[in-house]
């Protein structure tokens, strides 16, 4: 299968419609994509990323219904393995073809597929290429996922093949965006799981951005923008220090003390007029967590204490929540204890990369008693007054 996006400019990647979990880790509801394109010039031709080692048949098979006969170059934008793994396959069927990329792209490369060094050659930011009438620059764009990324732009066409930056793990038969909040909420899951934490630099790969006329962004996950600006609209407003008024409640009960104490907590948050998106930990999928932080001022934690800490399931959410490095601006914990423990520092412990303003957690021994609530109606309030004043 391959797609016609302009003249001599191929989509010639492969869907995965059946993946269930990315680095083991990041559940892909919906799939993915592994995008690749082919641009032919007038006198040379290139491949831009390839795909996953595990669809590298359907990979040829693509190429080889497009009329591929020889590739001159395969420029890898990102050394992970779903983008650069075909490439040693394609260079066993054209042994001609050169591998462009990134100086830090060059050794990891090397390190993680089996070329020799002579086939691979650094292209530097700004740095052009001429295909015959389709000119490719290549920026630097690092930390949109691995440190040795960069974008190729296609100057005639004003095309930006950004590779991870700005895509979405979705599989879909649109080449292009045609279900734009379908695509908006992968692509922010995308960017919560991926992005997030090089917020900072991101913003700077976005300022660079601007200085290129863009008419279609195509990643090398998901469908490819014809209309970029909803996509750059939202990461603008991701990579923003400002928060949204919402309370994130990421929480687990074992006998029902801190459950009550969450619900009471949730309710009164309601009354207030606050918004509020509770996540039970014992049945969560943490990219949709991910995606509530991306953008929320307040994160409160409920547990329980196990042994003398944290539940798992709260310690682990409070890792993941730690590692994406949300600009989350306020946090707490609501938890409960049946004799002793050290539950709410250690939880906080997990997560000193949240530069968050601390409330006094709410930990109440066993079911809680009338006082307990009453803290939650003071941690209530002081929420209140923060969000009035965002
Ligand atoms: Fe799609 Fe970072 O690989």
């Known amino acids: 299968m391959f797609r016609k996006i302009k003249d001599d400019i191929y989509s010639v990647?492969?869907?995965?419609?059946?993946?269930?979990?990315?680095?083991?880790?990041?559940?892909?509801?919906?799939?993915?994509?592994y995008n690749s394109y082919f641009i032919q010039g007038q006198e040379k031709n290139a491949i831009i990323d390839t795909v996953e080692p595990d669809f590298d048949q359907d990979f040829l098979d693509n190429l080889e219904q497009a009329g591929v006969e020889?590739?001159?170059?395969i420029i890898s934008n990102h050394a992970e393995q779903d983008h650069s793994g075909t490439i040693p396959v394609l260079l066993e069927k054209y042994p001609e073809a050169e591998v462009l990329c990134s100086a830090k792209a060059k050794s990891m490369l090397l390190d993680l597929l089996e070329l020799k060094e002579e086939q691979i050659r650094v292209v530097e930011d700004g740095e052009?290429?001429?295909?015959?009438?389709?000119?490719?620059?290549f920026i630097d764009t690092p930390w949109v996922h691995w440190p040795e990324t960069m974008s190729t732009y296609l100057q005639e066409e004003n095309i930006l093949f950004p590779c991870d930056f700005f895509g979405s793990h979705l599989a879909t038969s649109d080449l292009y965006v045609e279900d734009e909040a379908e695509v908006f909420k992968a692509a922010k899951r995308y960017y919560a799981e991926i992005m997030m934490p090089f917020r900072k630099i991101i913003k700077n790969n976005l300022a660079k951005l601007e200085d290129y006329e863009i008419d279609m962004i195509a990643p090398s996950h998901g469908p490819i923008y014809d209309n970029p600006e909803i996509i750059l609209d939202a990461y603008h407003d991701w990579v923003s220090d400002e928060v949204k008024p919402e309370v994130i409640v990421p929480y687990v009960s074992m006998h029902g003390s801190t459950d009550d104490l969450v619900n009471y907590f949730i309710n009164s948050l309601i009354d207030e007029g606050i918004k509020v998106k509770p996540f039970n930990l014992t049945d969560v999928d943490l990219g949709n967590l991910a995606i509530s932080l991306v953008d929320a001022s307040t994160v409160v934690f409920g547990s329980p204490t196990v042994l003398t800490g944290p539940h798992p399931a709260a310690v682990y959410a409070a890792y993941v929540a730690n590692i994406l490095k949300p600009k989350t601006r306020y946090a707490s914990i609501i938890g409960s204890y049946g004799w002793a423990g050290r539950m709410t520092d250690k939880l906080l412990d997990l997560m000193p990369n949240l530069k968050v303003e601390l409330y006094d957690p709410v930990v109440a021994k066993g079911h809680g008693s009338d006082e307990d609530y009453q803290e939650i109606d003071r941690l209530v309030d002081e929420i209140k007054i923060d969000l009035e004043n965002l």
């Open 128 to 137: 052009t290429l001429e295909l015959g009438g389709k000119t490719l620059e």
């Open 70 to 73: 020889k590739v001159d170059y």
């Open 13 to 33: 990647g492969v869907i995965d419609w059946h993946r269930k979990l990315f680095d083991e880790l990041i559940p892909l509801p919906d799939g993915t994509s």
